[in-house]
């Protein structure tokens, strides 16, 4: 298990021809768990959830969530299953666009 808590604030940030950026401050949660279910068998599932403010007052929210499960056939194959889903929410002011995915994924791994 893993469990990530964070508050950062960016300042006195330019860019590369030394234009002034504004002030950002990005906060969020992230926890991720994984389990051997047994000899061959893994679960994980992960998700975060991430906040941005900027100095003008722009907002963004930005939700993720992951599962996978994977099988090992023998030595040599493996097998993963995964589920994720993506969520951007713009918020008052801000200029990034809202949107969510859902994504699902089958691999197929071979290892020599």
């Not at 926890?31 to 722009?58: C, K, Y």
Request: proline share 3%.
């Amino acid at each position: 298990v893993s469990l990530v808590v964070y508050d950062e604030l960016r300042s006195g940030r330019y860019t590369d021809d030394g234009t002034p950026l504004d002030d950002e401050r990005q906060t969020g949660v992230a926890i991720s768990m994984d389990w051997t279910l047994g000899p061959r068998t893994d679960i994980s599932v992960a998700g975060s959830v991430n906040s941005r403010e900027n100095e003008a007052g722009d907002e963004l929210d930005y939700i993720l969530g992951n599962v996978s499960a994977s099988y090992r056939l023998g030595s040599a194959v493996g097998l993963t299953l995964a589920y994720q889903y993506a969520e951007q929410e713009p918020g008052t002011g801000s200029s990034g666009r809202g949107y969510a995915s859902n994504i699902v994924s089958f691999y197929v791994t071979y290892s020599f």
